[in-house]
């Protein structure tokens, strides 16, 4: 795990930690549409939809925290709560 801010370069143009005004590279403009056009369903359901679901899981939100070297972003906490 990086400790003390030290940035180590990965995937190609990110940086790891990585920063919160890179994370919007890792959401992934595709998504919006998706979650914006579930939300009246999720909010029906109280949860969200398989498809939303599903993108975040192939996307690997669920391991925002997770260190890289277990398969997770590694993101700082400003990055991962933004």
Same mark, same amino acid.
């Given at each position: ?7 180590? !370069?990965? /995937? ?6 990585? /920063?919160?005004? #890179? %994370?919007?590279? $890792? &959401? ?6 998706? $979650? ?15 498809? $939303?679901?599903?993108? &975040? $899981?192939? /996307?690997?939100? %669920?391991?925002?925290?997770? !260190? /890289?070297? %277990?398969?997770?972003? #590694? ?8």
């Amino acid at each position: 795990m990086v400790s003390g801010g030290a940035e180590t !370069p990965v /995937r190609g143009a990110y940086t790891w930690p990585m /920063r919160w005004w #890179e %994370f919007e590279s $890792v &959401i992934g403009s595709d998504v919006v549409p998706l $979650v914006r056009g579930a939300a009246a369903e999720a909010e029906r359901r109280s949860a969200l939809t398989p498809e $939303v679901v599903r993108a &975040i $899981v192939e /996307r690997g939100w %669920f391991k925002a925290w997770v !260190p /890289r070297e %277990f398969g997770g972003l #590694e993101l700082d906490l400003e990055a991962g709560l933004r």
